[in-house]
């Protein structure tokens, strides 16, 4: 698994994107980086594009990710977190995901299959990130 993260000052945006297969060790790796990454600002917008990656997490792990989400919120606000997924089965692990997140904390998560809306929800032209 490997990940990158490409940050926009001027969008107060953070784009993640996964390749590989991803265990639920590197997830939990991953999400901590992003969370405590110091160019993140109060009310970022966060694009997770998952779409060349794939799972070996399961439902049981989804809990620890929220945990550690809950844990580091206050220092960033109010987020809307975009996660932008490929196939069905991270598709249903990322709505358990935003399922989950709903009451524990303080982000607007969102999963989507499709690049153009996912920019189109978080303010982002997808041509201007290369995402079309």
């Given at each position: 698994?490997?990940?990158?993260?490409?940050?926009?000052?001027?969008?107060?945006?953070?784009?993640?994107?996964?390749?590989?297969?991803?265990?639920?060790?590197?997830?939990?790796?991953?999400?901590?980086?992003?969370?405590?990454?110091?160019?993140?600002?109060?009310?970022?917008?966060?694009?997770?594009?998952?779409?060349?990656?794939?799972?070996?997490?399961?439902?049981?792990?989804?809990?620890?990710?929220?945990?550690?989400?809950?844990?580091?919120?206050?220092?960033?606000?109010?987020?809307?977190?975009?996660?932008?997924?490929?196939?069905?089965?991270?598709?249903?692990?990322?709505?358990?995901?935003?399922?989950?997140?709903?009451?524990?904390?303080?982000?607007?998560?969102?999963?989507?299959?499709?690049?153009?809306?996912?920019?189109?929800?978080?303010?982002?032209?997808p041509a201007q990130m290369g995402l079309g």
């Open positions: 698994m490997s990940f990158r993260q490409e940050f926009d000052e001027e969008l107060n945006l953070l784009v993640v994107t996964f390749t590989g297969v991803i265990s639920s060790e590197e997830e939990i790796r991953a999400v901590e980086e992003t969370v405590r990454d110091p160019r993140l600002k109060p009310n970022a917008r966060i694009l997770v594009d998952r779409r060349k990656a794939r799972m070996k997490a399961t439902p049981e792990d989804v809990g620890p990710q929220v945990d550690l989400v809950r844990m580091n919120q206050a220092a960033f606000g109010r987020p809307r977190v975009a996660i932008l997924v490929a196939d069905d089965y991270s598709f249903g692990m990322h709505r358990l995901l935003q399922a989950a997140a709903h009451s524990e904390v303080d982000h607007d998560f969102r999963v989507f299959r499709s690049a153009e809306e996912a920019c189109e929800w978080l303010g982002i032209d």
